[in-house]
């Protein structure tokens, strides 16, 4: 059985770590469990605002990591300095703006053209090889190969929202998305444009010669239509899989903690 490549981006516990500033939950565990666990990659992004991954923690995960490190990161100078020193074993190239929650939309390649070719031969001059994280269409796979880019990551980001406005309770919910409050039959029609346009991009990108990869708000319900497109090689998931650790380790956590309170 040929298995897609699973990246296991590990940001998460470094928000958590950092909503209370303290050294717990540890990240090289979390490094050291993934890998473990059937992980093919570690991803982790720098951002500018170093909101939860810090620079430490990026040179103790290439330090003692045994799995490729995917190291995402924006066009900033000063990131790209750090990251070109570092030579994770790729970087993939985000856009990042102060105020999002996370990353919302790919990288715009044609109004940065200039900056994301530097960029990228910068990254290239270290031997780093370069994903950019792009919305899928064939004129982002067209403009991706132009630039220099060896792959790139799809961005699901809408799917996996029209997905979950389909297919679960989010409508009903406070974090409904409201830009997509639309009528079932007109959820299913666009989810269906979603997926058509991925597969298309997919298929497209490979012809070019580049490597696919494909990431953001997957998880165990949606990831079935991702496993499914041949051309796609990898996948890149966060928040489902720290989420769903929750669940899965609460009982132990809590029978642990009530042993320690026997007297
Ligand atoms: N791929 C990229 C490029 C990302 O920026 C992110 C989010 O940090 C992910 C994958 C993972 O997204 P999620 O946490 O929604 O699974």
Redesign the pocket.
Known sequence: MKTIKL?V?I??IAVLREAREVNDPDILQALYVACESGADQI?I?LREDRRHIQDSDVENILHFSKLPVNL?CSINKEILNIISNLKPHRA?L?PEKREEV??EGGLDVFHYENEIAYAIEQLHDSLIPV?L?VDPSIEAMEQSKKLGAEMV?L???LF?NLFNMLHSSLPYSNHSIKELEFPRYELSERLEDALHQIKLSAQYAKKLGLEV???????YHNIDEMVHISEITE????????ARSVFTGLSQAVQEMKKLTAR
Not at 235 to 242: A, D, E, P, R, V
């Open positions: 990246g981006n940001d998460h991803t992004h995402e993939t985000v996370t990353t994903s994280f990551e961005h699901t980001g996996s990869a494909a990431g953001h708000g997957l998880n996948l890149n998931i966060g928040q489902s899989i720290i």
